[in-house]
């Protein structure tokens, strides 16, 4: 009897490509081409799903020997085993039967057959002079020693076997160029990236915090695109520089531009001041960029790059201007609304603007409601130095109000509050770095300069928009949800950053949470219904510290400075500082911040949490497998030997991730990060 091979290597598509036969899965196809309708339960096999016309099947033990007893089933024509690509985690790979064949010029004719007869191969098409499409039947050898015998011969110069495989969320092509990586917001990989208002320097990857990210290029994957052209989102702003290549796109990215204030469709950025000198404001521009850019040659893109842009300009606020504006969105089939304005001093909305909103947020969209997302606004605290609620647009109990967070997940201190704050967004503030997006400059003969880019943007002016992008890519997903409908989704998939959530979930600073685009498009696919989500109990109140036993958890800080505040949050008081290395009693966990003594609490993100005796102590995340298996490694890279193989829904404790995103589950165990969702 053949010795069975378990690997194997030959080439394919010019280089040289590694497969390892699964050990629990096989995989059919019926002589009907469907699975027969009274199919009989199948001891130790269990079905998961059709790759084309094979059923893939998981064999709990003695794979070789249960595929022969399938292949002897009269409804099974073709029975074969699963193969995984050694450094690409998580994907099976069905040899289909057919080969690509193509012997070498000059071979006479007899000799090509000759071989093929030899392995009982069947020739289905004549591809070109000496190439072929063949396939095996019951007497060859399976489609993989087909190719591998077949290079060994030197008449033939490629042989290679067909596959079939189901595309993974990751097979998604993201959008590349010499700036993608510095937008930190759609993915936040925890390193440095280039400063591009200061060439030849970068921000440090201390400056980031792994996963501080809306999870935007997650939900492009899960989508396997960049959202619907159909989409169109109405940027409300005070103008907009539309030649410039973010705005510009294809040519049709921009609609309908209206200027409120003097009724032309001039929403150029210009505006001329006081004392008679021209200016020009870049604030539109770099949100509509934010929102739904176009992917132009330097790698900067928006939330939603194949939506569409309608931009308003309104850079005088009265009120016939904001309803004009408003009224122009809905009339001309705004699905969303972007607005990053407000008033200068807290004033109550007019009757008739207040009126106008809610028409809109209600009757748009044939009756669905727009989503309108208002900016907090960003001078918290005010120039009286008293803190600053939400107020005007941002208060409209039918909009969005959008808050902010950094790039080390905190909360951005700038942001206004209050129960109005639903939802917040990545943006700069505090250490956190600044969003990369496109602007204007003057050149130094007046005239605007184009093709120019920041990473210095933010505030909740960034934060708004990028909302509306995400919202693009949700109604992409699904067109008819209802403005209900989002706003539940995406309070219900935000991710319960920072802290000091009451007991429905909601702050007073974030709303809901950080947004999750990944989470919330997943759920719009499913057509809005969302599983509850435990909501945190509310942050409880510090009581008196006590004595720690002589047995508590102790903490390393690992930042070069910590600050120590007087409650489990950044909004409270600073009351001293400590600096890396030095070592503090962890006498109770209060949210994401830790009490080391009566008044004082430290963020638990820069605290190494060590036992009595010194050693570091493992953390508790956990976390879900989401692809059919993973294969656990001894070290953290494809090139370290499979040392087990995870199955889809496994939970495993993750005790620290690497810089590349591996996790460790155990003493030389690793896991590839792309395929664990954090529970």
């Given at each position: 009897m053949a010795k069975k091979v378990n690997k194997t290597t030959f080439l394919y598509g010019g280089k040289e490509l590694s497969l390892s036969k699964s050990k629990t899965k096989a995989a059919v196809r019926y002589t009907s081409g469907l699975a027969p309708k009274k199919k009989g339960k199948r001891a130790g096999v269990v079905s998961q799903g059709f790759i084309r016309d094979f059923e893939v099947l998981d064999i709990k033990r003695g794979a070789d020997k249960k595929l022969d007893q399938l292949r002897a089933e009269p409804e099974v024509s073709v029975g074969t085993h699963v193969w995984h690509v050694d450094d690409l985690e998580g994907a099976d790979y069905i040899?289909?039967?057919?080969?690509?064949?193509?012997?070498?010029?000059?071979?006479?004719?007899?000799?090509?057959?000759?071989?093929?007869?030899?392995?009982?191969?069947?020739?289905?098409?004549?591809?070109?002079?000496?190439?072929?499409?063949?396939?095996t039947t019951p007497e060859s050898p399976n489609p993989i020693k087909c190719a591998v015998l077949l290079q060994r011969k030197r008449i033939v110069a490629i042989a290679e076997p067909e596959f079939a495989t189901s595309p993974m969320h990751g097979s998604f092509?993201?959008?590349?160029?010499?700036?993608?990586?510095?937008?930190?917001?759609?993915?936040?990989?925890?390193?440095?990236?280039?400063?591009?208002?200061?060439?030849?320097?970068?921000?440090?990857?201390?400056?980031?915090?792994?996963?501080?990210?809306?999870?935007?290029?997650?939900?492009?994957?899960?989508?396997?695109?960049?959202?619907?052209?159909?989409?169109?989102?109405?940027?409300?702003?005070?103008?907009?520089?539309?030649?410039?290549?973010?705005?510009?796109?294809?040519?049709?990215?921009?609609?309908?531009?209206?200027n409120a204030v003097n009724r032309s469709a001039d929403v150029s950025p210009w505006f001329q001041a006081r004392d008679g000198s021209w200016g020009i404001y870049d604030h539109g521009t770099s949100c509509a960029a934010v929102a739904a850019g176009a992917l132009d040659a330097q790698g900067v893109v928006g939330a939603a790059p194949n939506a569409r842009i309608i931009?308003?300009?309104?850079?005088?606020?009265?009120?016939?201007?904001?309803?004009?504006?408003?009224?122009?969105?809905?009339?001309?089939?705004?699905?969303?609304?972007?607005?990053?304005?407000?008033?200068?001093?807290?004033?109550?909305?007019?009757?008739?603007?207040?009126?106008?909103?809610?028409?809109?947020?209600?009757?748009?969209?044939?009756?669905?409601?727009?989503?309108?997302?208002?900016?907090?606004?960003?001078?918290?605290?005010?120039?009286?130095?008293?803190?600053?609620?939400?107020?005007?647009?941002?208060?409209?109990p039918d909009v969005i109000c959008v808050s902010a967070t950094n790039s080390l997940d905190e909360r951005s201190s700038y942001a206004f509050y209050g129960p109005n704050v639903f939802i917040a967004a990545p943006s700069n503030g505090n250490q956190g770095i600044g969003i990369t997006t496109a602007t204007i400059e003057l050149g130094a003969n007046g005239r605007s300069i184009l093709n120019t880019y920041t990473s210095r943007f933010g505030?909740?002016?960034?934060?708004?928009?990028?909302?509306?992008?995400?919202?693009?890519?949700?109604?992409?997903?699904?067109?008819?949800?209802?403005?209900?409908?989002?706003?539940?989704?995406?309070?219900?998939?935000?991710?319960?950053?920072?802290?000091?959530?009451?007991?429905?979930?909601?702050?007073?600073?974030?709303?809901?949470?950080?947004?999750?685009?990944?989470?919330?498009?997943?759920?719009?696919?499913?057509?809005?219904?969302?599983?509850?989500?435990?909501?945190?109990?509310?942050?409880?109140?510090?009581?008196?510290?006590?004595?720690?036993?002589?047995?508590?958890?102790?903490?390393?800080?690992?930042?070069?400075?910590?600050?120590?505040?007087?409650?489990?949050?950044?909004?409270?008081?600073?009351?001293?500082?400590?600096?890396?290395?030095?070592?503090?009693?962890?006498?109770?966990?209060?949210?994401?911040?830790?009490?080391?003594?009566?008044?004082?609490?430290?963020?638990?993100?820069?605290i190494q949490v060590i036992s009595s005796g010194g050693a570091a102590a493992p953390a508790t995340r956990k976390g879900r497998v989401t692809s059919p298996t993973l294969n656990v490694r001894s070290g953290a890279a494809v090139n370290f030997p499979k040392v087990a193989e995870l199955k889809q829904g496994n939970t495993v404790t993750i005790y620290e991730t690497s810089r590349d995103g591996w996790h460790r589950i155990g003493a030389n165990q690793w896991v590839l990060g792309n395929y664990i969702q954090i529970v």
């Open positions: 040899p289909t039967g057919y080969l690509y064949v193509e012997f070498k010029p000059g071979t006479p004719d007899d000799k090509q057959r000759e071989l093929m007869d030899a392995l009982n191969l069947n020739v289905r098409e004549i591809i070109g002079p000496d190439a072929y499409r063949v396939c092509a993201q959008p590349g160029g010499n700036f993608a990586a510095t937008q930190w917001h759609l993915q936040n990989n925890a390193a440095q990236i280039p400063a591009i208002d200061f060439p030849g320097t970068a921000y440090a990857g201390t400056q980031f915090k792994r996963g501080a990210d809306a999870k935007v290029r997650e939900a492009w994957a899960f989508l396997q695109n960049l959202g619907s052209s159909n989409i169109k989102i109405a940027v409300i702003d005070t103008g907009f520089s539309i030649d410039h290549p973010q705005l510009r796109g294809d040519g049709t990215k921009v609609r309908n531009t209206f931009p308003i300009k309104l850079d005088v606020l009265s009120d016939d201007a904001i309803v004009k504006a408003f009224e122009h969105a809905l009339l001309n089939g705004a699905d969303i609304i972007s607005c990053s304005l407000g008033f200068p001093t807290p004033i109550q909305l007019s009757t008739w603007v207040y009126n106008t909103i809610q028409k809109v947020a209600r009757q748009g969209r044939g009756g669905l409601g727009v989503p309108i997302f208002i900016a907090a606004g960003n001078a918290n605290p005010a120039s009286n130095n008293q803190p600053r609620l939400v107020s005007d647009f941002a208060a409209h505030g909740t002016s960034s934060a708004t928009p990028l909302m509306a992008g995400i919202c693009a890519l949700l109604l992409s997903a699904n067109p008819g949800l209802s403005v209900t409908q989002l706003r539940s989704i995406l309070a219900q998939t935000a991710d319960k950053v920072v802290g000091g959530y009451d007991a429905n979930g909601r702050s007073q600073y974030l709303g809901y949470g950080r947004v999750n685009a990944l989470r919330a498009v997943q759920a719009a696919r499913q057509g809005g219904q969302v599983a509850p989500t435990p909501t945190p109990a509310p942050t409880p109140t510090p009581t008196p510290a006590t004595p720690p036993a002589a047995s508590s958890a102790r903490g390393k800080v690992i930042s070069q400075f910590l600050n120590v505040r007087s409650g489990a949050g950044t909004t409270f008081a600073k009351v001293a500082e400590l600096h890396q290395g030095d070592v503090v009693n962890l006498l109770e966990r209060v949210g994401s911040f830790w009490r080391i003594g009566q008044g004082q609490f430290v963020s638990a993100d820069y």
